[in-house]
Structures are given as structure tokens and as C-alpha cells.
T-cell receptor, first 110, second 114 residues
Framework: RKEVEQDPGPFNVPEGATVAFNCTYS??????FFWYRQDCRKEPKLLMSVYSSGNEDGRFTAQLNRASQYISLLIRDSKLSDSATYLC???????????WGAGTKLIIKP | DTEVTQTPKHLVMGMTNKKSLKCEQHMGHRAMYWYKQKAKKPPELMFV???????INESVPSRFSPECPNSSLLNLHLHALQPEDSALYLC?????????????FGPGTRLTVL
């Protein structure tokens, strides 16, 4: 089993729709969780950090379920500019080291 | 705008060349990282510096040599690379040690080894 698993997609979603991604992790000692977005040939950009049960920022909501060891990302009212790869990232339980999921590709269609 | 800068943006080098990648952060962060990313793969951690000292080396070949001249600067010296080392090299920084720190990335150097 991979340490962080994501559905690679692609998710093809019409503009304005709501889309949700899930990510599961295997290390129960992980304490912090992140969603990054990465555009083609660009660097990963931090989208949201999740330290407790969840976090919300505008159209984006992240939720953490420690019992089931998964994190979700919900995007409401999706925009064309939301098209990107979304990477689920989990702290390894020790300093510095992050475990990266393989990413979920999202394509928003007009 | 990113506050982590990297130079050069693109680099093409032969297998016998010596080159260096440079990274600078302006956020007062005390941890800095080098990652390597191949196409359609997530970033792979190479090195971590904490308070200017190397704290993690993920079994990276010696043809990659990191250097941290001060808390704002990070270099990656390259020598005798192989074509399979062609990738996007990303620098990141974070505020402090510990599991809660968020990492912020520079735009990367796209390296091609001929």
C-alpha cells in the first residue's frame, strides 16, 4: 500500500460544478496535511493546510478524518483556472519530511 | 508572487560539465530543501538544511553537492551528471523545524543533461 494514495483522474468537470477529491494515508503518526496545486511545468503552490478536523478558504474546503485516515478537498463553483494537478501531502510524523501523493488531475471544461 | 527565487530557470549541460543551481528565500525561514521532480511524478526530497546545517540527505549520489552559505541562500553543485538526472529541480523553504511547517517553493530550474 502506498503511503499516500490519490485517484490520478483526470476529473473532467463542467465550469460551475462542485468537485471533491479524496486522499488516504497510511501513517497514523502524521500530524499535518496539505493540499498543493501544480500547474503544468510550474512549481507546487500551497493551497491549504489542515491541522485539525478541517479548513475552509473561499470556494475550497479541506476535511480530515483521522479515524479513517483520509483527507478530502472540495471545490465549489469551479472555475476554468482551477484546472491543475492537486497534490495531497502528509507530514511523515517527524521533522521536515513530507510524503507526496501522485496527484489528481482536474480539468474544468467551459 | 513567490518569495523563493531560483536561478537559472533553464540549464543545459553536458555530462562532463560543472554547474550550480542557486536558490534564495526572503521570508526569514530557517529550513531549506532541494527536491527533484520528473514529469508526471510528485517531487522527491533530496536534501534538507536546518539552521544552515545539512540535516537530511536522501541517499543522493555524490554528483549532487548541496551548500548553504547562509540562512537565505542554498546552492546545488552539479558535476558529472547523467542524462537520467534531467528533471525540474525545486527549492523550498519553511519557517522552522517540526511537523507543522508549510513549505513554499521556488519556480524551479529545468535541467537537461546531454
Amino acid at each position: 500500500r502506498k503511503e499516500v494514495e490519490q485517484d490520478p483522474g483526470p476529473f473532467n468537470v463542467p465550469e460551475g460544478a462542485t468537485v471533491a477529491f479524496n486522499c488516504t494515508y497510511s501513517n497514523s503518526a502524521s500530524q499535518s496535511f496539505f493540499w498543493y496545486r501544480q500547474d503544468c511545468r510550474k512549481e507546487p503552490k500551497l493551497l491549504m493546510s489542515v491541522y485539525s478536523s478541517g479548513n475552509e478558504d473561499g470556494r475550497f474546503t479541506a476535511q480530515l478524518n483521522r479515524a479513517s485516515q483520509y483527507i478530502s478537498l472540495l471545490i465549489r463553483d469551479s472555475k476554468l483556472s482551477d484546472s491543475a494537478t492537486y497534490l495531497c501531502v502528509v507530514n511523515k510524523g517527524s521533522n521536515y519530511q513530507l510524503i507526496w501523493g501522485a496527484g489528481t488531475k482536474l480539468i474544468i471544461k467551459p | 508572487d513567490t518569495e523563493v527565487t531560483q536561478t537559472p530557470k533553464h540549464l543545459v549541460m553536458g555530462m562532463t560539465n560543472k554547474k550550480s543551481l542557486k536558490c534564495e528565500q526572503h521570508m526569514g525561514h530557517r529550513a531549506m530543501y532541494w527536491y527533484k521532480q520528473k514529469a508526471k511524478k510528485p517531487p522527491e526530497l533530496m536534501f534538507v538544511y536546518s539552521y544552515e546545517k545539512l540535516s537530511i540527505n536522501e541517499s543522493v549520489p555524490s554528483r549532487f553537492s548541496p551548500e548553504c552559505p547562509n540562512s537565505s541562500l542554498l546552492n546545488l553543485h552539479l558535476h558529472a551528471l547523467q542524462p537520467e538526472d534531467s528533471a525540474l529541480y525545486l527549492c523550498a523553504s519553511s519557517q522552522a523545524s517540526g511537523p507543522y511547517n508549510e513549505q513554499f517553493f521556488g519556480p524551479g530550474t529545468r535541467l537537461t543533461v546531454l
